[in-house]
C-alpha cells in the first residue's frame, strides 16, 4: 500500500517561520491497532494534532519503519509532559534520524497571530542522537538553550528563531561542524566570545535581536558568507568584519551606526552590503560609490548634531531606547525613562520622571471592529486599535505617542483632519494630535497621553473651538463664516468647551481640539447634501438645503438661556424671495433615526441671506426648501445617502493556484486601478454591481454550491468569511478552498456571495439567494463565480495547484529528472530560505527583488515564481539537478536535498526498470543519455 502525501495548509503555517511546512504523511488513524503509513524515510507530524502519541504508539509498536526515518517533524503545540516523554524515546527509536522538526507556529490566536509551542527543553538523552545534522526549535518558548544541544557533534543546522533566548552559551563554539545558525526574532543582549570558534559556520542569522556590541571575534569565523545583524541596537562594528573574507552577504540595516570600518569596502566577495535606516552622515568614498552598498534611510550629508554643553552645565543622560521584536508584548519602564519602538511601529517616549516606581507596560493590537472603534457619523477609521495596559494609571508627566495611521486621499484632506482618539471612563475623546511625515505613505499622528487606554487615529470633519464662560461667547465656522451659534450671557454656570466641525468647503485646521476631562463637550458639525442627488431624490429642481448643524454635549441637555443658531439659507434661495410654505426646518434627536418637522414650532427669523432661531437643548437641524410637504422621510433618505460609500466586491483566484481566493471590497473610484495591479496574478470574474455600505458595516462572504474554505480561521464561522468595512483600510483577505465534489473527472464550479450583516446562524439557500435581487432581498449584495479547475493526471489534491507552466523537462539520464509536481514539494519546504536557494541558483539579484515586488505579500508564491522560472531557463540544460542540489546544501538544506536526493534515486530506479522491460538496456545495464528524456514524467509517477 502506498503511502499518501498530502501538501500544506497555507493557514496552518507560520507567517514567519523559516521555512513552510514540509508534506505530511496522511495517518490511516491514531487508534492501537491501526497502522501510519511512512514517506519513505520522512516522518510528518506536525500539521495535524495528535502528533506526540502517534509517534508514541509507533515506538511502543518497536515498527521497523521506524529504522528507516531520517526525517521527522513534530509541532510543539502539545502538552508538555507528554512533548517531554515523547522526545525522551525519539533518541531509542529513530537511530538513523539526521533532521528533526520540533517548531511551533502551526496554530494562530484569535486574531491570526501565530502561537509559540510548549516547549521550553529538551531532554538530556537528546545528545544521543549521533547522526543529527539538523535541528530546527523555531517558534518555541526557550529562555536558554538545552545543554544536550551542545554535544551533538554532527549538527550542521541550528534554528532557534522566535523563542525567549537573552544570551547563547559559551559552549556553542565547540560544535565542530555547524554551518548554519539562525537566532532571529529573540531577545539577545550579548554574545560570547567563543562564537568566533565555528570555522565551519557558513551562514549567521541574529536579526530581530537586542544586540548593541558585536565582539571582535566574530572576524575569525573565515568561512562566513552571510551575516544577518539588522534590526538591533548597533551603534559601533568591530574593525575585525573586514577580516571575513568569504563573506558574501552582510545586513545591518535598521540599527544605530554612526560609522562602519573601511575596510568592509574591500571584501573580495561581498556582493551586497545593507545598510539601510541606520544614522550614518559621512562613508568613505569607496563605499559610497560602491554598487553593492544601499544606503536609503542614513541622514548622508546632513550636518551633525549640536555639540556637547560645557562642562560646567549638568548633562541629562541620554534616554534608554528599547526595540521590541514581534514575540514581545510587554516592556518595563522606570523612573529614568525611556523611548520605546514597538514591533508593529508604533512608538512611545516616557520622560524622565513619568513614573516613581518601575512599572511593566503591556500592549496588543486589536483588528478594528464595531465594538472597540467609536465612529461619528461622518468620521473614517484610518488604523486599527492599539491598547495599552495597565488602564487608567496615571504618569506624573505626559507619555507622547505616534500612531501609524492610512493617508487618507487628497480630496477630503482640505475639510477633515486627522486626530487619535482614546477611551477614559468609558468615554471617547479626541486628543490634540500633530502630524509628522517620514515618507509619502509613512505618516505619524504623534500626540500627549495622561495615561493608558485604547487609542485609534481618526479622520474626521475640521474643528473649530472655544471656550464658552457665563458672560457667554460667539462661535463661527472657519469654513463657513455665516454659520453662527450666539451664547448670550447666563447660559451657563460653568465654563464650558465648544466645537464646531464643517464638511465640504472648510479650510484645513491647524490641529486638532485638547479635550479636558473637567469641562463639558460640545460639537457642531455642517455637512453639504450635494444638490444633484438632493434634486434627483425629491424629483424637484427647485430643491435645496442648508449645511446640518448638528449639537451635542455630555452634560446636562438644556441650556439656562436660549441659544441662538445662524444657518445660511438653502442655495439660489434668500430671504426677501422666499416662500415661507417652502421652507422646513427639520430636527433629528440623537437616539433615533426619524426627522421631524419643528417649522412650526419655532420663531424663524430672516436676513438676505441667513435664518436665525432659538434653542435651548442641543440637538440636530437641517433647513429644507422644497415644496414636498412631507419631508421627514425623505430627510432620512438623504442623511444616510450623505454617508454610504458606493463601492465594488470581487473575487479572484491566483492564476498559478485557484484554490488561493482573494476577497476584497473596494472604493468604485479604485477598482480599475486595483485589477490592473492584481491581474498579472489573479483572474475571476468582472467585479460586482456597485452597492453602497457604511463606514464599520460589518458583511460576509460565504462560499457555496460545494465549494468551502479549506481552514479554520479567527475570522470564519461555518466557511463564512466576516467583514467590516472601512473605506480607507483595506477590506481585503485571502483565503484557500477546497471541495468534497470530484475533481478528476471535471470542473467544479461554484460561488461565492456577499451578505449584509454580522454571521448568522443559518445563510439562506445559495440557490434562493443567488436569484433574489437587491430590491427583495435586503441582505444578499453579488454573488459572483469561482471555478476549481479538474486535476491532470497525478497532482493530487494536496498540491492545489493549476500551473500554467511546459510540461517540464527537467535532468538527465545521469542525474535523474525532476518533474512540477516534485518541484512543488521542494517549493512546499523552502520558506524564508528561498532567496538564498535563488542566489546560490545563479538568479541575478536584480530578478530576486523584482519577484519580492511582484509577490509581496505571498510568501508562496515568491518561491514557486522563483524556482518555476528558473526551472523552466534549465530544461533540457546538463547538470540542472545537480545544480539544484548543490545550491540547497550551499543555502544549509540538507533535509531537502536529501529528499531530492531520494526522488532522483527513485526515478532512476523505476526508468531503468521500465528500459529493461521492453527490451532496450543495453547487456551493461547502462543507459543511454539519448533516449533518458523521453518520458520523464512517468519515470515519476
Not at 133 to 160: G, I, K, M, Y
Not at 521 to 544: D, T
Not at 548 to 561: A, D, I, V
Not at 861 to 890: C, K, N
Request: charge should be neutral; aromatic fraction near 6%.
Amino acid at each position: 500500500m502506498a503511502a499518501v502525501l498530502e501538501g500544506p495548509k497555507p493557514e496552518e503555517t507560520a507567517a514567519a517561520a523559516e521555512d513552510a511546512a514540509s508534506p505530511t504523511v496522511e495517518a490511516v488513524g491514531s487508534r492501537p491497532g491501526v497502522p501510519i503509513l511512512l514517506a519513505g524515510n520522512q516522518l510528518n507530524l506536525d500539521l495535524r494534532p495528535g502528533g506526540c502519541r502517534r509517534l508514541q504508539y509507533l515506538c511502543s509498536q518497536q515498527h521497523t519503519q521506524l529504522l528507516q526515518v531520517e526525517f521527522l517533524r513534530l509541532s510543539t503545540h502539545e502538552d508538555p509532559r507528554l512533548l517531554d516523554d515523547t522526545l525522551a524515546k525519539v533518541p531509542w527509536s529513530l537511530l538513523r534520524l539526521r533532521s528533526l522538526v520540533l517548531k511551533g507556529g502551526q496554530s494562530r490566536g484569535a486574531l491570526g497571530a501565530c502561537l509559540h509551542g510548549t516547549l521550553t527543553t529538551l531532554p538530556a538523552s537528546m545528545r544521543d542522537l549521533a547522526c543529527l545534522a539538523h535541528l530546527d526549535l523555531s517558534f518555541n518558548r526557550l529562555e536558554t538553550l538545552p545543554t544536550c544541544v551542545l554535544e551533538l557533534r554532527s549538527l550542521d543546522a541550528l534554528l532557534l528563531s522566535h523563542n525567549r533566548l537573552s544570551e547563547l552559551p559559551e559552549a556553542l563554539g565547540a560544535l565542530p561542524t555547524l554551518t548554519f545558525l539562525t537566532v532571529t526574532h529573540n531577545r539577545l543582549e550579548r554574545l560570547p566570545p567563543t562564537l568566533g570558534s565555528l570555522s565551519t559556520l557558513q551562514r549567521l542569522d541574529l536579526s530581530e535581536n537586542l544586540l548593541d556590541t558585536i565582539p571582535s571575534e566574530i572576524g575569525d569565523l573565515s568561512s562566513l558568507r552571510e551575516l544577518n545583524l539588522a534590526s538591533n541596537r548597533l551603534q559601533h562594528l568591530p574593525a575585525s568584519l573586514a577580516g571575513l573574507r568569504s563573506l558574501r552577504l552582510l545586513v545591518l540595516h535598521s540599527n544605530l551606526l554612526s560609522s562602519v570600518p573601511p575596510g568592509l569596502a574591500h571584501l573580495p566577495l561581498i556582493t551586497r552590503l545593507d545598510l539601510r535606516d541606520n544614522q550614518l552622515r559621512d562613508l568613505p568614498a569607496e563605499l559610497l560609490d560602491a554598487p553593492f552598498v544601499r544606503l536609503q534611510g542614513n541622514p548622508l550629508g546632513e550636518a551633525s548634531p549640536a555639540p556637547p554643553s560645557p562642562p560646567d552645565i549638568s548633562q541629562v543622560p541620554e534616554m534608554p531606547r528599547l526595540f521590541l521584536t514581534s514575540d514581545l508584548d510587554s516592556f518595563l519602564v522606570t523612573p529614568h525613562g525611556c523611548s520605546v519602538t514597538l514591533a508593529c511601529g508604533v512608538r512611545l517616549q516616557f520622560p524622565a520622571g513619568a513614573t516613581t516606581t518601575p512599572i511593566t507596560i503591556h500592549y496588543r493590537l486589536w483588528l478594528p471592529e464595531p465594538g472597540l472603534v467609536s465612529l461619528g457619523p461622518h468620521d473614517f477609521l484610518l488604523s486599527g486599535v492599539l491598547e495599552l495596559q495597565p488602564h487608567g494609571v496615571a504618569f506624573q508627566q505626559d507619555v507622547s505617542l505616534w500612531l501609524l495611521f492610512v493617508p487618507p486621499r487628497v480630496r477630503v484632506r482640505r475639510c477633515r483632519e486627522v486626530v487619535v482618539r482614546t477611551r477614559s471612563d468609558n468615554i471617547w475623546n479626541d486628543l490634540e494630535t500633530h502630524l509628522e511625515e517620514e515618507a509619502p505613505k509613512r505618516r505619524w499622528a504623534r500626540c500627549q497621553v495622561p495615561h493608558f487606554s485604547w487609542f485609534l487615529v481618526v479622520l474626521r470633519p475640521v474643528s473649530n473651538t472655544c471656550l464658552l464662560p457665563p458672560e457667554g461667547a460667539l462661535l463661527c465656522s472657519s469654513g463657513h463664516p455665516g454659520v453662527k451659534v450666539t451664547f448670550p450671557p447666563g447660559v451657563t454656570e460653568e465654563p464650558r468647551q465648544v466645537s464646531m466641525q464643517v464638511l465640504g468647503r472648510a479650510r484645513v485646521a491647524g490641529g486638532a481640539s485638547a479635550y479636558k476631562r473637567a469641562l463639558k463637550w460640545f460639537s457642531i458639525q455642517v455637512v453639504h447634501m450635494a444638490g444633484l442627488e438632493l434634486r434627483a431624490l425629491l424629483e424637484e429642481s427647485e430643491a435645496a438645503v442648508s449645511p446640518l448643524l448638528c449639537l451635542s454635549q455630555s452634560g446636562p441637555p438644556s441650556f439656562l438661556q436660549p441659544v441662538t443658531v445662524q444657518l445660511p439659507l438653502p442655495p439660489g434661495v434668500t430671504g426677501f424671495s422666499l416662500d415661507r410654505s417652502h421652507l422646513h426646518l427639520l430636527y433629528r434627536t440623537p437616539l433615533t433615526t426619524t426627522w421631524d418637522d419643528i417649522t412650526t414650532q419655532v420663531a424663524l427669523e430672516f436676513t438676505h441671506l441667513y435664518a436665525r432661531f432659538q434653542v435651548t437643548h442641543f440637538s440636530w437641524y437641517w433647513l429644507w426648501y422644497t415644496t414636498k410637504t412631507c419631508v421627514g422621510g425623505l430627510a432620512r433618505k438623504a442623511w444616510e445617502r450623505l454617508r454610504l460609500h458606493r463601492v465594488n466586491l470581487i473575487a479572484l483566484q491566483r492564476r498559478r493556484d485557484p484554490e488561493q481566493v482573494l476577497l476584497q471590497c473596494l472604493p468604485r473610484s479604485k477598482v480599475d486601478a486595483t485589477l490592473s495591479r492584481l491581474l498579472d496574478r489573479y483572474r475571476g470574474p468582472e467585479p460586482s454591481e456597485t452597492v453602497e455600505m457604511f463606514e464599520g458595516e460589518k458583511f460576509f462572504a460565504a462560499f457555496e454550491r460545494g465549494i468551502d474554505v479549506d481552514a479554520d480561521r479567527p475570522d470564519c464561522v461555518d466557511g463564512r468569511i466576516c467583514f467590516v468595512f472601512y473605506s480607507h483600510l483595506k477590506n481585503m483577505k485571502e483565503v484557500y478552498i477546497t471541495t468534497a465534489l470530484d475533481r478528476e473527472a471535471q470542473d467544479v464550479r461554484g460561488q461565492v456571495s456577499f451578505y449584509r450583516g454580522s454571521l448568522p446562524m443559518e445563510v439562506p439557500e445559495e440557490a434562493e439567494a443567488a436569484r433574489r435581487r437587491k430590491g427583495t432581498d435586503a441582505l444578499w449584495m453579488a454573488t459572483l463565480p469561482i471555478k476549481l479547475p479538474r486535476l491532470q493526471g497525478a497532482q493530487g489534491s494536496g498540491q492545489g495547484t493549476d500551473f500554467s507552466l511546459m510540461p517540464l523537462n527537467l535532468g538527465d539520464a545521469e542525474t535523474g529528472f525532476l518533474t512540477q509536481s516534485n518541484l512543488l514539494s521542494v517549493a512546499s519546504r523552502l520558506g524564508s530560505d528561498w532567496p538564498t536557494v535563488a542566489l546560490h541558483l545563479g538568479m541575478p539579484y536584480r530578478k530576486l527583488q523584482r519577484i519580492r515586488h511582484e509577490f509581496r505579500d505571498d510568501l508562496d508564491g515568491q518561491i514557486r515564481h522563483m524556482l518555476f522560472s528558473w526551472a523552466e531557463s534549465q530544461t533540457g540544460q546538463p547538470g540542472a539537478v545537480g545544480h539544484l542540489v548543490q545550491a540547497l546544501e550551499q543555502s544549509d538544506r540538507q533535509d531537502v536535498a536529501e529528499e531530492v536526493r531520494a526522488i532522483l534515486e527513485l526515478g532512476r530506479h523505476k526508468y531503468q526498470d521500465s528500459i529493461r522491460r521492453t527490451g532496450l538496456a543495453p547487456e551493461d545495464s547502462t543507459l543511454p543519455s539519448t533516449s533518458a528524456s523521453q518520458n520523464p514524467e512517468s519515470a515519476q509517477a
